[in-house]
């Protein structure tokens, strides 16, 4: 083979190992960021009316559901790598960014308080990403 063709062959080798591997860990390790972010907006105490409006992220009351958030480590291969942001052992954490019915008898309804992947991360989580797989690329 060309000495092109052979740069071409060590460069997809890098975008399929080490570089999708830290753009998938830098994206999800943006999402987390981003999450905490929103989760840490705003508390109010315990037994108190909720600041936040429907639509707007939970107020924090302990920082347990803020706390839970992590980000894993990339997985995968061959061009195909995954890593995955969000609350963890958190009961609740649903129903916070959701919405539903809850309490005793099913006789409370929450409003959705999204801090999940909203559309104003998507650039930074790209941003980050993609920053991280050109820097493994060496470019």
Same mark, same amino acid.
């Given at each position: ?13 890098? %975008? +399929? !190992? ?8 830098? &994206?999800?390790? %943006?999402?987390?960021? *981003? ?7 705003? &508390? =109010? ?11 707007t992220?939970? *107020?924090? /009351? ?8 992590? %980000?894993?480590?990339?997985? &995968?291969?061959? $061009?195909?790598?995954?890593? @995955?942001? !969000?609350? =963890? &052992? /958190? ?8 919405? $539903?019915?809850?309490?005793?008898? =099913?006789a409370? =309804? ?6 999940? %992947?909203?559309d ?9 990403? *993609? +920053? *991280?797989?050109? @820097?493994?690329?060496?470019?």
């Open positions: 083979m060309s000495e092109a063709g052979d740069r071409l062959r060590r460069l997809a080798e890098r %975008a +399929d !190992g080490p570089a999708g591997k830290a753009a998938a860990g830098a &994206g999800a390790e %943006a999402l987390r960021d *981003a999450m905490k972010r929103k989760l840490g907006q705003r &508390g =109010h105490p315990r037994g108190t009316p909720t600041p936040s409006a429907p639509g992220p939970p *107020a924090r /009351i302990s920082g347990a559901l803020e706390g839970s958030v992590t %980000a894993s480590a990339a997985t &995968g291969g061959g $061009g195909v790598w995954r890593a @995955h942001s !969000g609350p =963890h &052992g /958190i009961v609740y954490a649903a129903i916070q960014n959701y919405g $539903g019915v809850a309490g005793r008898h =099913h409370s =309804h929450l409003p959705p308080r999204p801090y999940q %992947a909203l104003s991360d998507r650039g930074a989580v790209s941003r980050a990403a *993609a +920053d *991280a797989f050109h @820097h493994a690329m060496g470019v």
